[in-house]
Nanobody
Framework: QGQLVESGGGLVQPGGSLRLSCAAS????????IAWFRQVPGKEREGVSC????????YYADSVKGRFTISRDNSKNTVYLQMNSLKPEDTGIYFC????????????????????WGRGTQVTVSS
């Protein structure tokens, strides 16, 4: 049975950087659309970034455009989220998700039925 495991979260000062990783096991990420979501207490989980199964189209929430970059390394069966110029409002639990739907685009919404979800990694941006 497949699973996703996030890592790389932690405490960072405003303006700093983190790289989150999402390692897949039990299945191959190649051919899957991938996505990163984040959630803070009291708010709905929101889509931060996603990429289609061909790595040909990406989505970034307006709040992270120009600061975050999604990527994957199929040889490592891992997805990444590079986060630069972090702000306190980036604080939250970050989740990765994978979808085998082969839509040709990605869906940055929790309402979409992703095949796999990770359990999340905490990111705290604070001085």
């Amino acid at each position: 049975q497949g699973q996703l495991v996030e890592s790389g979260g932690g405490l960072v000062q405003p303006g700093g950087s983190l790289r989150l990783s999402c390692a897949a096991s039990g299945f191959t990420l190649d051919g899957y659309a991938i996505a990163w979501f984040r959630q803070v207490p009291g708010k709905e989980r929101e889509g931060v970034s996603c990429m289609d199964e061909n790595d040909s189209s990406t989505y970034y929430a307006d709040s992270v455009k120009g600061r975050f970059t999604i990527s994957r390394d199929n040889s490592k069966n891992t997805v990444y989220l590079q986060m630069n110029s972090l702000k306190p409002e980036d604080t939250g639990i970050y989740f990765c998700a994978a979808d085998s739907g082969r839509l040709g685009y990605c869906v940055p919404s929790v309402l979409y039925e992703y095949d796999y979800w990770g359990r999340g990694t905490q990111v705290t941006v604070s001085s």
